[in-house]
Nanobody
């Protein structure tokens, strides 16, 4: 059974940093391309970043230079480092993998506020 569990969200001040993590079970994780999505107020869920099995990362233009995705295959975990957070980053962040079909985590809330 495939399961994704996100963690690391919370309240952060503008300009601060946050590190999200997603533990993936039930797949051969090293073969997957995990991704982070987010849903902000008034917007549809959007792709933030993904990272291939070979370690190649891709980012949405809106987060380039501030977000860094990484993976730890030994722990079946994908991370999202968010630096210089802005109020527009407030939302729910979801982890997704495709393993015969797509699977999603339940999300972790990120709130940017002073």
């Amino acid at each position: 059974q495939v399961r994704l569990v996100e963690s690391g969200g919370g309240l952060v001040q503008p300009g601060g940093s946050l590190r999200l993590s997603c533990v993936v079970s039930g797949t051969n994780f090293k073969l997957t391309t995990p991704a982070w999505y987010r849903q902000t107020l008034g917007h549809e869920r959007e792709l933030v970043a993904n990272i291939s099995s070979g370690g190649t990362s891709n980012y949405a233009d809106s987060v380039k230079g501030r977000f860094t995705i990484s993976r730890d295959n030994a722990w079946n975990t994908v991370h999202l480092q968010i630096d210089n957070v802005a109020p527009g980053d407030t939302g729910v962040y979801y982890c997704r993998v495709y393993w015969r079909r797509e699977f999603w985590g339940r999300g972790t809330q990120v709130t940017v506020s002073s």
